[in-house]
């Protein structure tokens, strides 16, 4: 048994250190000035992101035969990330989302309350099903065969053909008990999957599509009398969202003061209307900061910079549909109960086997942060366009702790199925793997769980909602703004 690849040991130091410092430039530039401290919100971004470091290095562990416990790892990272699922994000959440004005023992107290209380419901929830669906149905093949011998030692010397010597073979079923931290990934890759389908499924379209609509809606440089129109415009419809914030604002005050339930769906509607007006506040700074740049079109306009996004939009474009035909014809396309073609799989494993085995490991970890970005990417538009929940926004120089904690908590909670997802699509790639062991053998044969992993039910509808969104997109691009209409939350994707 050798000790792990130092090459390919350095390579993951380096890209964890690289993560790091990238997480650390993402806070600081994000951050309100008021709120720019880095603490736990980089250690819960770093958590979830180095998951999919870990896969190349566990096909590498098992390829080359080291002598690391991946198991070990995996436990460790999933451990990790429920902690800051369960305890740590949620109570900074709350305590962030307290009221300002109480003191803040208070709303330590406050926060602390409503942690106790999601502890306990996630106890009943984990615990209780943890008792009944604790056990996997591995599928197995048994061959039972029938030999007369007048020699005992011929039996060693035989061949089994169960054509020839009367051999039947039967389908049956090994029942073992999975260990709590296996139940407890296996549970949070579930519910993560109801995030990842709509994340991701919308995030493979918007992503190049995004890019592209960058370059289409760039600054470009205006005569006085168009800048002066569009000015005009920009003020109206500020002066029309003014308008709207103080009807809020009496209305908030209002339902605050009623009570059952009545009062209980007046402030979701008020809440619903907040949403929407937070959203198109930030499209009316977009706007405003890109006839800022209009202005000081020398200055402040870097042309390159926009034909490089849309030279992104198209390389996007050729690889979110790579990805899509992969899907089709390796796992929800079968013959004979076997994939069409393993497709990037024989890529991954050519590549390994070549004397540049090392871009196999390149190639994978960027597949698997690909899928990351068009998963963030999926999350933005998502929540740019739902009004029903908390708008939780990421913007330069204007996000609010309570925001990178919302985002940080989601990502760690599906980045658990999109290691499953990435398991499933290369299964061929990371067979044997640490990582396939616990999602392909335990998890996905798990009592309840297998009959959405087994017969891949996320992966149809995370297929049928990546086709709605791209329709969508492609037939709704842009929405263009009327004077004098109330601003609509839709427009603000189209130049997230």
């Keep these: 048994m050798a000790f792990v690849d130092p090459f390919l040991l350095t390579v993951t130091l380096v890209m964890t250190i690289l993560l790091v ?7 600081a530039k994000y951050a309100h000035p008021a709120d720019s401290s880095f603490d736990f919100k980089v250690v819960a971004f770093v958590c979830a992101e180095c998951q999919i470091l870990l896969l190349p290095l566990d096909v590498s562990n098992f390829r080359n035969g080291t002598n690391v416990d991946m198991k070990i790892f995996w436990y460790i990272i999933y451990m990790t990330a429920a902690f800051f699922i369960i305890i740590i994000l949620p109570f900074a959440l709350f305590f962030y989302e307290s009221d300002e004005d109480k003191t803040f023992k208070l709303r330590l107290w406050t926060a602390l309350k409503y942690e106790i209380l999601l502890i306990v419901i996630v106890s009943i929830i984990l615990f209780g099903s943890f008792a009944g669906l604790r056990y996997a149905q591995l599928p197995l093949v048994a061959n039972t065969c029938r030999f007369t011998f007048t020699d ?24 073992i008990t999975v260990s709590f931290p296996i139940y407890l990934i296996g549970i949070t890759c579930w519910f993560g999957w109801f995030f990842l389908i709509f994340f991701l499924g919308s995030g493979l379209s918007a992503l190049p599509i995004d890019l592209i609509n960058q370059f289409r809606f760039r600054p470009q440089p205006m005569n006085e009398q168009e800048f002066n129109n569009c000015k005009h415009e920009l003020a109206k419809k500020v002066e029309r969202l003014l308008q709207i914030g103080k009807s809020l604002l009496e209305d908030k005050q209002r339902s605050d003061s009623m009570s059952g339930f009545g009062g209980w769906r007046e402030r979701r509607a008020v809440g619903r209307r907040q949403n929407e007006f937070e959203a198109n506040c930030i499209l009316a700074e977009k706007e405003f900061q890109r006839l800022d740049n209009t202005a000081q079109f020398r200055n402040k306009v870097e042309p390159l910079l926009y034909y490089f996004k849309l030279l992104l939009g198209m390389c996007s474009i050729v690889i979110s549909l790579i990805f899509v035909i992969h899907l089709f014809i390796y796992l929800l396309l079968n013959i004979n109960d076997r994939p069409v073609h393993p497709f990037i799989n024989n890529l991954l494993e050519s590549l390994e086997n070549s004397k540049a085995s090392v871009f196999s490991t390149v190639l994978f970890a960027f597949i698997g942060y690909y899928f990351m970005f068009a998963a963030i990417k999926g999350n933005v538009r998502i929540g740019m366009r739902c009004f029903c929940f908390t708008f939780y926004p990421l913007m330069p120089n204007e996000t609010f702790v309570n925001s990178f904690i919302f985002n940080a908590l989601i990502m760690n909670i599906w980045m658990f199925s999109l290691i499953q997802f990435l398991t499933d699509m290369f ?6 793997t640490s990582i396939s062991m616990i999602f392909s053998v335990q998890i996905k044969n798990m009592n309840f769980y297998q009959y959405f992993l087994r017969h891949n039910v996320f992966i149809y509808v995370l297929t049928g909602w990546f086709f709605i969104s791209l329709v969508y997109f492609i037939l709704k691009p842009v929405e263009r703004i009327n004077v004098g209409q109330q601003l609509k939350k839709k427009d603000l994707a189209a130049r997230a």
């Design 152 to 175: 005992s030692s011929q039996f060693f010397l035989a061949e089994i053909n169960s054509s020839t010597s009367g051999c039947v073979r039967t389908d049956e079923q090994l029942q």
């Design 21 to 27: 410092v990238g997480n650390i430039y993402f806070v």
């Design 427 to 432: 299964k061929d790639y990371v067979r044997q």
